[in-house]
């Protein structure tokens, strides 16, 4: 019989990240399991060589990681108010600290937006969820916010 006891819940913080931890927040509570939400700042470390300083690069990047640890708090309050649940914020690519990190928390779920990118939009800028689903071990719930489900 199949068990979820770890939920990973990736978000960024937008408005749609609400309604992703609200699924998250009900199958946690469901099936008594815990859930580590993630958000993965950019890493930016690409940009070291394009006339701008890698000190200046790291300096931004902190003060990102700064901000998200605040929000992750405020989000975890909000958000997962009767439900164990932890924050982490890490920096790195999306797809792939997401997949990571899963791997590591052995996490049998993973509860993810999708921003549903059609056409160039798509092909400019990839889609993280995409990733996720292609490479994931476990079972991953993607939540196009605002789509009706009904």
């Known amino acids: 019989m ?3 006891k770890k939920i990973l819940c990736a978000v960024d913080f937008s408005e749609a990240s609400k309604e992703v931890a609200s699924y998250a927040a009900y199958l946690a ?3 008594n399991a815990e ?14 060589g394009f006339h701008v300083p ?6 931004f990047v902190k003060e990102i990681v700064a901000g998200a640890d605040k929000s992750m708090e405020s989000f975890l309050g909000e958000q997962f108010k009767d439900v164990n ?10 797809a792939e600290e997401i997949l990571n990190i ?3 928390e052995k996490v049998e779920l993973i509860v993810m ?12 800028f990839g889609s993280v969820a995409e990733r996720v689903v292609k490479n994931a071990q476990c ?3 993607t939540v196009r916010p605002g789509a009706s489900y009904a």
């Open 2 to 4: 199949v068990q979820m």
């Open 29 to 31: 509570k469901g099936l």
């Open 35 to 48: 859930i580590l939400v993630l958000y993965v700042a950019p890493s930016l470390s690409q940009y070291v």
């Open 54 to 59: 890698p000190s200046s690069i790291e300096s």
């Open 85 to 94: 649940a932890r924050g982490e914020v890490v920096t790195g690519y999306a």
């Open 102 to 104: 899963a791997a590591e």
């Open 113 to 124: 937006g999708t921003h549903g990118r059609r056409g160039i939009d798509r092909i400019l």
């Open 139 to 141: 079972p991953v719930l």
